[in-house]
């Protein structure tokens, strides 16, 4: 089919769903970014938000362009709960992963156990595992032949396996008895699903959730040093986008940006086979709407402030771009990153009334946007 050609179809014929709410017909243009979703509505059902990164994978199986997928996920195995990494080779395994496990993964160990597999396999990768990767592939050329894409997934900060732990025994659940975890999110709101033996589900608000990891339970110590936000190094990037307008569409968006003309081909292509819709954001206007975010996630100044006040070594103790809210925030995640290193601290934290938390993570999450 010819670029362009044919409207964008969405899967599911619902009644929202029956006009085509993305509509970029051009190319592609690597750099820029574009917002759309999945029009396959199984795929967006299980998905952190589009389903966009779900469906590249799914299409690339279909076409025998890899023979696995790369994919993490949180869940129970032996009676703990793990950040799992794992080739997935069918349709269910890809589905099975979807969604985002906000916590760190062991990607890489998994991408060095590819040297000498039989296939190519394209990877879903955090910013700074994409980094590494394209490191690992330079020195590696075993490795680059097997790595079709990176996918990179935006993200300013994940969490370390115990914040599942702690947060489970907050909820009076054992951590043996935990077999599967599912974030399912929808626009601000969304839960969490605590599969649990025996069949029973555990459904908390993700919000409850998510306040402990804004406020900096668990936070992994990395991310404190973190300045690169939107996978810069992957073939593809898809993250959220949370700008006003889409939050009144029935349908939520990934951001999506191709890095190089490869990736916008394959995304060209998947336009034109109605694999997946979008329209042009941009770039430009994506860092004008979200400064403010992008300054406060983007410069080590207050975080190098924030780890001196609470004795932690963040950064190279360069002050650049300095600003005192942004300091103030980062102190409440340091205060908390630190707490949780300890038994008794994490005791501490875990036993304050939830509303506390929420309270820190809003007063995190207000600081970050001044
Ligand atoms: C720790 C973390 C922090 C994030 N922070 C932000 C943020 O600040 N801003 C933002 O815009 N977006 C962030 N994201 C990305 C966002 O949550 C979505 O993953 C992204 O919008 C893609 O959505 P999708 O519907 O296209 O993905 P889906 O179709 O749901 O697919 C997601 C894919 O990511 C894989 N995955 C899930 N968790 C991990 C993980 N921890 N490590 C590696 N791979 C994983 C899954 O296996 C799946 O294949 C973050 C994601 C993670 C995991
Ligand atoms: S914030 Fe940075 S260091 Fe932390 S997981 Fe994301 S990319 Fe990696």
Redesign the pocket.
Known sequence: MSRGAGRVRIGEPTASDTRPLCSHHGPIIPGEMYCG??CDAA??D????????????LDLLERREIDA?L????TGVNGSIR?V?EL?RTREE?LR?????????P?LKQVKKLVGFAGRVAI???PC?AARIRRLTESHPDLKERIAWV?G???????SEGFYRDFLRREGLNEADVEQVRVA?RRVTGEVVFGLRGGERHHVPFLKMNAYRIAGAHYHFPCLCCAE?LAASADLS?????APEYKSRPI?H???VCRTAGAAELADSLRDRAVIAYEFFGMERYKKTFARLERF?NTLGARVAAGKLTGLRVGSGRMEAFDPFHAMAWTIVCMNHRLSRTKRGRRFLYALPSPIIQGLAMLVKGLARL
């Not at 992963?97 to 993964?105: L, R």
């Open positions: 979703y999945a795929v967006r299980v998905a952190a938000s589009g389903g966009v990164v779900t469906a590249i994978l997928a994919v993490s996920r949180i950040a990494s997935a890809v992963a979807a969604g985002s496990a906000y916590v760190f993964t990607v879903v990768a955090l595992q996918i997934l935006f993200c300013r900060g994940a969490v999110r936000h898809v993250g959220d986008i949370f939520r990934s951001a999506l996630s």
